[in-house]
Every structure is written in structure tokens, then in C-alpha cells.
T-cell receptor, first 122, second 114 residues
Framework: AQTVTQSQPEMSVQEAETVTLSCTYD???????LFWYKQPPSRQMILVIR??????QNATENRFSVNFQKAAKSFSLKISDSQLGDAAMYFC???????????????????FGKGTLLTVNP | ETGVTQTPRHLVMGMTNKKSLKCEQH?????MYWYKQSAKKPLELMFV???????ENNSVPSRFSPECPNSSHLFLHLHTLQPEDSALYLC?????????????FGPGTRLTVT
């Protein structure tokens, strides 16, 4: 079974600074997806960024980028030029890319870490 | 409305009550999920529905009963709950097939069992 570990329960950053959130995972699969989700105080979980394991290039979405180290099974999120609106709980998640038709879709489930609460100080 | 909606947003119920949570997705997806989010614990997948068929039940107690009448609606029927069932219940949907990717989440229902 896959596991996802976020070792930082809480992090803080000054506005306009850069912060990196850590995530490690354990899997025996070679093809999978990794995600970072953001859950602001309003509770709507939204996708921040996605990485496909077969792609060597790190994903980037505006101020958000990842450092994907497949051999080390590490998937950190870097937020540049932090803004007050970035304050939220951030979850790292894993999903197998293996399509098992017999599973009825259950292999599409996400395995989440416990989350990192990010505070942005003005 | 767009995306994934959930009602009610807040629910307080006694242990002997029966209530239902509702989820609706407006994204044309064919899979829906129920998650439980408790403090200081990872999100726990409860149920998966694929084309209205339940394909996964992660050892969820029978006091939680899901229902998926069509691919756009998902319910979670609750009865004789325990205080430890108090949590945020999140619904999500996704498209299954090809190299479909992420799940889209609703805002959640904050459930308090007294």
C-alpha cells in the first residue's frame, strides 16, 4: 500500500518570501501521479499542481513549483513570492496510474498526507 | 452552480437521529467519492462510486450508508452515529478513463454528533 508523509505539521513564511513544503511517499509502482492540494479556511479543497511520474521535468504553475525526486520518492512544493491568500492547509497526495478495469475505479483513489498548515505573515 | 456542491454545510445531530448528506457534481464526471477529514489525520476515503456502482467500501461502519442514484448525485445517510464520527465530510468527483487526473472536491459538511 502507498503511504504519503508530510513531516511539517506547520510552516510560516513572510509575505513575498519563498517557502518549501516537504512530502515523501512510498510506493512500489513506477507510474503514478502526485498532487498538491490547498485547503483554505473556507474548506474548499483545490488542486494546486500535478506531477506525472514519467515526466522528468518539474511541474510549474505560476508561483508554485515542485521539486520531484523520483529515486528519493520526494515531492516538495515551493511557493515563491508568498501572498496572504496562500495561507491554508496543504496536502500532498498520490494516485496510481495503473488502470485496473476490474477495480471499478478504486485504483483512482487518492492517498493523502496529514497536511501542512501554512501561515503567511504580513 | 458549478463544480461540486454539498448540503448542508453544517449539521449537528444526536446519536439517535437519522440525517443525510447530499453531494452534487456539475462537471460531467462519472466517479464520486466520500472522504472523512478528522483533525490531525489524513483524509480517509470512505466510498467510491463508478458509474453509480459502489466499487469500494473502506471498512466503513454500517451506520454510514451511501447512495448514488445517478452519476451526478451522491448521498451519505447517517444513523445512530457516535461522537467520534464528528468530522468534516468531503465529497469529490472525477472522470475515470484514459489518463484522467485529479479529483474535484466540494466544500464539505461539518458534522457534529452530540
Amino acid at each position: 500500500a502507498q503511504t504519503v508523509t508530510q513531516s511539517q505539521p506547520e510552516m510560516s513564511v513572510q509575505e513575498a518570501e519563498t517557502v518549501t513544503l516537504s512530502c515523501t511517499y512510498d510506493t512500489s509502482e513506477s507510474d503514478y501521479y502526485l498532487f498538491w492540494y490547498k485547503q483554505p479556511p473556507s474548506r474548499q479543497m483545490i488542486l494546486v499542481i500535478r506531477q506525472e511520474a514519467y515526466k522528468q521535468q518539474n511541474a510549474t504553475e505560476n508561483r508554485f513549483s515542485v521539486n520531484f525526486q523520483k529515486a528519493a520518492k520526494s515531492f516538495s512544493l515551493k511557493i515563491s513570492d508568498s501572498q496572504l491568500g496562500d495561507a491554508a492547509m496543504y496536502f500532498c497526495a498520490y494516485r496510481s496510474a495503473l488502470i485496473l478495469h476490474s477495480s471499478g475505479g478504486s485504483n483512482y483513489k487518492l492517498t493523502f498526507g496529514k497536511g501542512t498548515l501554512l501561515t503567511v505573515n504580513p | 452552480e458549478t463544480g461540486v456542491t454539498q448540503t448542508p454545510r453544517h449539521l449537528v445531530m444526536g446519536m439517535t437521529n437519522k440525517k443525510s448528506l447530499k453531494c452534487e457534481q456539475h462537471l460531467g464526471h462519472n466517479a464520486m467519492y466520500w472522504y472523512k477529514q478528522s483533525a490531525k489525520k489524513p483524509l480517509e476515503l470512505m466510498f467510491v462510486y463508478n458509474f453509480k456502482e459502489q466499487t469500494e467500501n473502506n471498512s466503513v461502519p454500517s451506520r454510514f450508508s451511501p447512495e448514488c442514484p445517478n452519476s451526478s448525485h451522491l448521498f451519505l445517510h447517517l444513523h445512530t452515529l457516535q461522537p467520534e464520527d464528528s468530522a468534516l465530510y468531503l465529497c469529490a468527483s472525477s472522470q475515470i478513463g484514459g489518463r484522467a487526473y485529479e479529483q474535484y472536491f466540494g466544500p464539505g459538511t461539518r458534522l457534529t454528533v452530540t
